[in-house]
């Protein structure tokens, strides 16, 4: 009884030792194993398709940098920046700015892109979610800074202006792709992923940059 005992633990053992000896799954085959995994749970519904799971470099560069727990190299960062610095698409009729009290509503609007909403419903821009922007508005998040007179501390008086046209360009780039000024910018890339459209960015130019709008008061 003894020696069978002795017999089993040194099968144990053994089976131990071989486990340890196993490679282990590469980080490769791991991101492999759990996209598969995430995928198999998640099914066509609405307007939302499983293909919202397909990233492009960027997103998976800085997931990768975040699951690494460490920043990108400057490099790899700056390269990213260029990318989608290219991906900007300027006004196509030339004018920055749309009307800013349509871009306070798409700032409160948090709608979109979800299984139960309609694809004929413009998609909010849910500014107020990560920004203080308006001072009336009393419940904003902190995770981007205070968009609190942004024009007005930057010196932007009448945004048809040559002294302000760099500073507008700027803020029409910075919402139509985040990433292009910041690699791993928790922003959404609006314009870029085609959550907003062309006129619903020169809206939130407007209410960031019109000396009129509340933001600048």
């Given at each position: ?105 798409l700032a409160q609007s948090g709608r979109g892109l979800t299984w139960t909403d309609d ?16 001072k009336a508005e009393i419940s904003f998040g902190t995770i981007g800074p205070s968009l ?49 459209t062309e006129a619903q960015v020169a809206d939130l130019v407007a209410l960031l940059l ?8």
């Open positions: 009884m003894k020696t069978h005992h002795h017999v089993i633990l040194s099968l144990l053992a053994g089976g131990v030792i071989v486990a340890g000896c196993a490679s282990s799954p590469t980080p490769a085959e791991l991101d492999k194993t759990t996209a598969e995994a995430v995928k198999a749970s998640f099914r066509d519904q609405g307007i939302v398709k499983v293909s919202v799971l397909n990233t492009d470099e960027t997103a998976k560069a800085c997931s990768a940098a975040d699951a690494a727990g460490k920043p990108l190299d400057e490099k790899m960062a700056k390269a990213i920046e260029e990318a989608n610095l290219k991906t900007i698409k300027w006004p196509s009729n030339g004018k920055f700015l749309g009307s800013w009290q349509e871009g306070e509503k694809a004929k419903t413009p998609n909010g821009g849910n500014c107020y979610n990560c920004h203080q922007i308006d609190y007179n942004f024009g007005k501390l930057r010196g932007v008086t009448d945004p048809n202006s040559p002294a302000s046209k760099a500073m507008v360009e700027y803020t029409w780039g910075k919402i139509w792709n985040a990433k292009a000024y910041n690699a791993c910018s928790n922003m959404p890339r609006a314009g870029h992923m085609g959550i907003l019109d000396p009129k709008s509340p933001v600048n008061q």
